[in-house]
């Protein structure tokens, strides 16, 4: 399996992946926002987009759709439940389905809602185990609920899919939000030298060629994993007194969601 990252560098700070099966040059295209940068790179690399993934609905991730199939015939796939929003799909996905790119790649489908709820996230299982997250998981962040999720869902999710997931896998996310998303862990958490050191040494990357964390790393620096923290429990009650001593992870969890909304 080949993965290309793509930096759109637009507004919203997406990133676009293509997948190639290294033996036949086929290539699936991972919400292909700009569509001419991705059509660009596989030109580019000598490979044949035929296959488009959606993992969720917003325009920010669809909306390359249209030229992307009118410029290679690709095939849209997509969470079962956007045909009605995501226009031409081919095949809706549902968890555990599986997505084969050429001879040599097969990407497994999880039904991962929360951002919203009719989100997919891509497991691939290969010799390094990678997810291609969309807008569920970032670097050191959860994705936000306010168009069509729910935030006990999005917990639901991270504690009963993404928290289960090897420690060496490769996290690619919908969108670069690093830096922000650190200063948000040391708000929470400012005794989190992991999250610290990698945003001394993130601080002003080039998103073209962006650093690629692993669920380990998350497990350390992401506050949405840090549910049992004494530090982040204790930042919290500062804020919300009512919340007890020893707050169950799913109202950990909410509250940070809450906060973040508005930070």
């Known amino acids: 399996m080949i993965v290309r990252q793509i930096w759109t560098a637009n507004a919203y700070r997406n990133f676009n992946y293509l997948i ?12 292909p926002l700009d569509y001419a940068k991705c059509l660009n790179a596989a030109r580019d690399a000598g490979w044949e987009i035929t296959q488009i993934v959606n993992t969720h609905e917003h325009r920010d991730h669809t909306g390359g759709n249209d030229e992307m199939v009118k410029r290679t015939g690709a ?41 919203t709820m009719s989100h997919v996230c891509l497991l691939a299982h290969t010799d390094q185990p990678a997810l291609f997250s969309g807008d569920t998981l970032f670097n050191a962040g959860a994705g936000n609920c306010h168009n069509g999720g729910h935030p006990a869902e999005l917990y639901r999710t991270f504690s009963e899919q993404l928290a289960r997931l090897p420690s ?45 964390s692993t669920l380990e790393v998350e497990r350390q620096i992401n506050t949405f994993f840090r549910l049992t923290r004494p530090t982040v429990i204790a930042r919290l009650r500062e804020v919300f007194p009512d919340l007890p001593e020893r707050p169950d992870e799913r109202t950990v969890f909410l509250k940070l969601r809450e906060l973040r909304n508005g930070w």
């Open 168 to 212: 060496r896998m490769l996290v690619y996310p919908g969108h670069d939000y690093i830096e922000n998303n650190l200063h948000f862990t040391l708000d929470r958490e400012p005794d989190n030298e992991a999250a610290r050191a990698l945003l001394q040494r993130l601080e002003g990357q080039d998103p073209s060629h962006a650093y690629v």
């Open 75 to 115: 095939r849209i796939l997509a969470h079962k439940n956007a045909r009605d929003r995501i226009p031409g799909m081919a095949r809706g996905l549902g968890a555990g389905d599986v997505v084969k790119v050429g001879r040599t790649v097969e990407l497994e489908v999880l039904d991962t809602p929360g951002h």
């Open 20 to 31: 190639a099966c290294s033996e036949t040059g086929e290539a699936l295209a991972v919400d």
